[in-house]
């Protein structure tokens, strides 16, 4: 891993919290993730499961946690299970970690090499009458891949029938979504280091640069600052290509007069960051790119400030479709009567402004919490209005990562990133 160590201190603490809320007389497993093949002998490169790595630190593939609060043996409430590392290994790919590493690690003593996994866990099955699976149950999540984690979870119901299951998601999503300090200093990191890869571009770009030439310039500044990369699929999306939400061909060329969406977030640690900023590829917004900005940046302002402990996702974006709603009046793109005659279930803003303003961030992109309770101190979220006008060839989406605080506005992790249009325009011009 290019990352500097993270204290051990935070796996340990994750993983008293997550026991503190399971059953009695339950455990607990979590598996890390595949690596997936391409064809032939190639591989993609490996991505460890974020609930393993949360609760463990351990960043390594065919790797197996177990939690057992209650076991009867003390050594075995906390088990790492591991790929046993050998020199031939150590040659070829890059030794494991051994016992000791792994240790220093995630703090937990005990720890196998997996021809041990099936004996071991027969024996704390015994103990056990609740085995918590986990599964992937975020709001967005697709998947039509069988997991490491489903073809464990599949073996051991079938061998272990009489046992009680239960739900590992629940736990995660409300513990993950609350941030320790020591994940709000990592998230802080991937973020300074998205800023060294905006502020790199604003140099750089200029009329006749393709978009794949910015996406290789945050690369570039994002590996010079021990990141593995993209926390997502980057978005660089110049005049119209911003109207396309999803927009990742980033093949096309930059022309004067145009705005590009950049939307470009640095992971580090396997801690996301997620930014949006839309900037003149001739270095000079017109007055109409202008007006819209400073629209978006209003919106984005003002809900920010809506974020704070107690709000629900839901009303929230009420809110800001209010918000929206008078922006849009003023640039001329609504009228009164638009609002008035407007769809309740699809309001007449978001014919320009069609996506949510905000969504959890962390160890994912779009992170876990449950949407439908209260928000608290110490989630991170994303504020990221928008205003798409295919009609005149341009979108613009400004987007930062906030800390929700006990009290006041959110702390903002992207503070230092250029936004005003002002400045971006004084940076491109030096």
Excluded at 105 to 133: A, H, N, P
């Amino acid at each position: 891993m290019k990352y500097h160590k993270i204290e051990k201190e935070l796996f340990i603490k994750n993983r008293k919290n997550f026991a503190a809320k399971m059953l009695p007389s339950s455990l607990a497993v979590f598996n890390s993730n595949d690596i997936y093949p391409i064809g032939a002998d190639s591989t993609l490169p490996f991505q460890q499961n974020r609930d393993l790595f949360y609760l463990s630190g351990v960043d390594q593939e065919e790797s197996i946690l177990v939690i057992f609060p209650d076991c009867p043996n003390p050594k075995h409430r906390e088990i790492l299970f591991l790929k046993e590392t050998n020199e031939h290994i150590a040659v070829w790919e890059g030794e494991k970690l051994t016992k000791e590493k792994a240790f220093e690690t995630s703090g937990i003593k005990t720890v196998y090499w997996l021809q041990d996994l099936d004996k071991i866990l027969f024996e704390i099955m015994t103990q056990c009458d609740t085995v918590y699976i986990n599964t992937n149950e975020h709001y967005r999540a697709n998947v039509e891949t069988e997991t490491r984690e489903d073809r464990f979870t599949k073996k051991l119901k079938d061998r272990f029938p009489a046992h009680r299951v239960a739900k590992s998601n629940p736990i995660l999503q409300r513990l993950r979504s609350v941030k320790d300090q020591i994940e709000i200093d990592l998230i802080q990191n991937a973020c300074n280091i998205t800023e060294k890869g905006f502020r790199r571009i604003l140099e750089f770009v200029k009329p006749g640069v393709m978009e794949f030439n910015i996406e290789a310039e945050f690369m570039h500044e994002f590996l010079n600052n021990r990141s593995r990369g993209f926390a997502y699929t980057p978005i660089v999306a110049s005049g119209n290509n911003a109207n396309v939400l999803h927009y990742i061909e980033n093949n096309q060329e930059c022309k004067a007069g145009d705005l590009i969406l950049l939307d470009v977030g640095a992971e580090y640690a396997n801690y996301s960051s997620d930014m949006s900023r839309t900037i003149p590829v001739s270095g000079k917004f017109t007055a109409r790119q202008k007006e819209v900005y400073n629209a978006v940046n209003r919106v984005k302002n003002e809900a920010t400030k809506l974020l704070t402990p107690g709000t629900i996702w839901a009303d929230y974006h009420v809110e800001v479709g209010k918000l929206m709603t008078s922006e849009l009046i003023g640039l001329g793109l609504l009228d009164k009567a638009d609002v008035q005659n407007e769809n309740p279930d699809w309001p007449a803003y978001k014919k320009y402004f069609m996506h949510g303003t905000s969504h959890h961030m962390g160890l994912d992109t779009h992170d876990y919490g449950i949407l439908t309770e209260p928000m608290q101190a110490n989630m991170v979220f994303t504020v990221e209005p928008g205003i798409y006008i295919p009609d005149e060839g341009f979108g613009i989406r400004l987007e930062d990562d906030v800390v929700i605080q006990e009290t006041g506005e959110p702390f903002n992790l992207m503070r230092n990133i250029p936004i005003e249009a002002d400045e971006i325009e004084e940076i491109m011009n030096k």
